[in-house]
């Protein structure tokens, strides 16, 4: 399990969360919920503490902090959810409450045609989870984090291939205390970070171009910028290297010709790939998704269930697997909000279709006994929703084929790395994605950067073109904070691992021309 869980007390999470009166709360909710008739009820108290620093050119453009806490109730009455949030502390206020969510779930349920089945769930009591950063970002003086990201772009701005340079860090500390009827009392506290610098090149003629660093949000703490012996993290990014080839690499790139269309062999590395997973396995293998529920809003997915089992998502190297657990991920936490402990399963073996992701109210339309734990509400005021665990694809089990090897396996192709934007149909099927660099290869090796760079293909067309997967060496933990579902919209943080892969005969664009430049 990543992060930490404790059996004794709330042990790492801080005081000025547990001194609230969170039992209190939960006992007062709770007995309303059942004196009103809920059958099911749980109380949550989320508090997100998010802080977002912006600099231009080195000089401090915004710093925002915010502070966010409320408590919601939830209850099940006859099979059917009702609602009901508040931002005021009180045992009175949760209370009120509860009781206002049981009258929601008595007039929804005169509307509902279908009435929900709850999986079960072991009851987990004092249950604490901390997840696992070794320095808490909101310690961290904001003076000393913006010296830092000035001291940062001033190293890029001393390159005379650099103009221009934003710099951006958004941080955030999530609190969340769960209780239920039942029994559980659980109580969690996660960091995550989201560091990034853009540079840009102007010409003469006006154009420009842009190169941004290539690593990841994580859920690590301020260590995560400090690679250093004594503070840093051994999985800190190396961001002195990485700031240091990045005028190199823009002037490279403003000068580089246009990519030629057609069906190329790619290698893909995992800081362009995990978009990729996000889009075209994330979201299609949601199982709320797949049945429908976000038809309206966010569309539907191709995987459906009637496939699952049989439908070749993609060649049989392919090994996706989704979790909570995986040490530094976006969506890693000890329990859901459905109060499910966290784990992990499989999604797509040997190229089919063999998972989806659920939370405690859709496992039983699937057959399933127990939810894997994908419950989540992005605030105290809004009801949680099935959410996408860590997805991932796995490396090459046998050997640690590495990037260079899988390079070195084509005539004729582009090696694509970086993430920047991209399409994709409602069903998650058609799909377009760009990137930040792209190299061209001749005869086994990089030959120069390209511009103007589209891959376009169908989901199973795509992923049954992978021919390869790089080894662990390769592996690498990419992701969003910004993940957007439901209406009302929320949005969750979510992270995709995976390796360096090759694929054969996949189709390119040149965006300059399809643009009509």
């Known amino acids: 399990m990543a992060g930490e869980r404790t059996p004794n007390g709330q042990r790492g999470v801080d005081e000025d969360f547990t001194a609230l009166p969170l039992r209190a709360l939960a006992d007062a909710a709770l007995s309303a919920a059942r004196s009103a008739g809920a059958g099911h009820a749980d109380l949550r108290v989320h508090r997100l503490l998010t802080q977002s620093l912006r600099l231009r050119d080195g000089a401090v453009q915004s710093v925002v902090d915010a502070d966010e806490i409320g408590l919601a109730v939830r209850v099940l009455v006859d099979g059917t959810w009702g609602f009901a949030a508040h ?51 909101f310690s961290v003086p904001t003076r000393d984090k913006v010296s830092l990201f000035a001291e940062h772009s001033r190293r890029l701005l001393d390159a005379a291939e650099v103009d221009h340079v934003t710099a951006s860090c958004l941080q955030v500390k999530e609190q969340v205390f769960y209780a239920d009827l039942a029994g559980s009392t659980i109580t969690q506290q996660r960091v995550r970070l989201h560091p990034e610098f853009d540079a ?32 840093g993290s051994p999985d800190a990014w190396n961001w002195a290297e990485e700031l240091d080839r990045i005028p190199g690499l823009l002037a490279e790139k403003s000068a580089a010709p246009t990519v030629e269309p057609g069906p190329t062999d790619l290698v893909i590395d995992p800081t362009n790939l995990w978009l990729t997973i996000h889009e075209s396995i994330g979201h299609a293998t949601e199982y709320d998704r797949a049945i429908g529920y976000e038809s309206a809003y966010a569309g539907t997915s191709f995987a459906t269930p009637d496939l699952l089992g049989t439908l070749r998502y993609g060649s049989e190297v392919m090994q996706v697997t989704a979790d909570r657990v995986q040490p530094h991920g976006l969506a890693t936490v000890g329990y859901d909000d459905d109060g499910v402990a966290s784990g992990s399963w499989d999604l797509v073996r040997d190229g089919i279709l063999v998972g989806y992701q659920l939370d405690r109210a859709f496992a039983p339309k699937l057959g399933l006994p127990r939810s894997n734990g994908c419950s989540y509400a992005d605030s105290a005021h809004h009801v949680p929703i099935q959410r996408m665990a860590n997805v991932s694809l796995q490396p090459d089990p046998v050997r640690d084929t590495s990037t260079a090897e899988l390079i070195s396996r084509v005539e004729d192709g582009i090696y694509v790395v970086g993430d920047k934007s991209w399409s994709i149909d409602m069903q998650r099927y058609n799909f377009q994605f760009t990137g930040q660099r792209f190299y061209r290869i001749r005869d086994g090796e990089l030959a120069g950067q390209l511009r103007d760079v589209a891959y376009q293909a169908t989901t199973t067309d795509f992923w049954g073109a992978m021919e390869g997967v790089g080894g662990p060496s390769t592996w690498l933990l990419g992701g969003a904070f910004n993940c957007g579902k439901a209406q009302p919209g929320q949005v969750a943080a979510v992270s995709h691992g995976c390796p360096s892969a090759l694929f054969r005969g996949v189709n390119v664009l040149n965006t300059r021309s399809e643009g009509g430049r």
């Open 87 to 137: 931002a005021e502390l009180t045992p009175d206020t949760a209370a009120a409450t509860a009781r206002r969510a049981v009258q929601v779930a008595h007039s929804l349920g005169r509307l509902s045609r279908e009435r929900v089945q709850w999986a079960d769930e072991p009851v987990y009591r004092d249950a604490v989870w901390v997840g696992g950063h070794r320095i808490d970002p």
């Open 200 to 231: 840009v090149a102007v010409d003469t003629a006006g154009g420009f171009e842009t190169m941004r660093t290539l690593a990841p949000p994580t859920a690590q703490g301020w260590e995560y910028l400090l690679p250093d012996a004594n503070t």
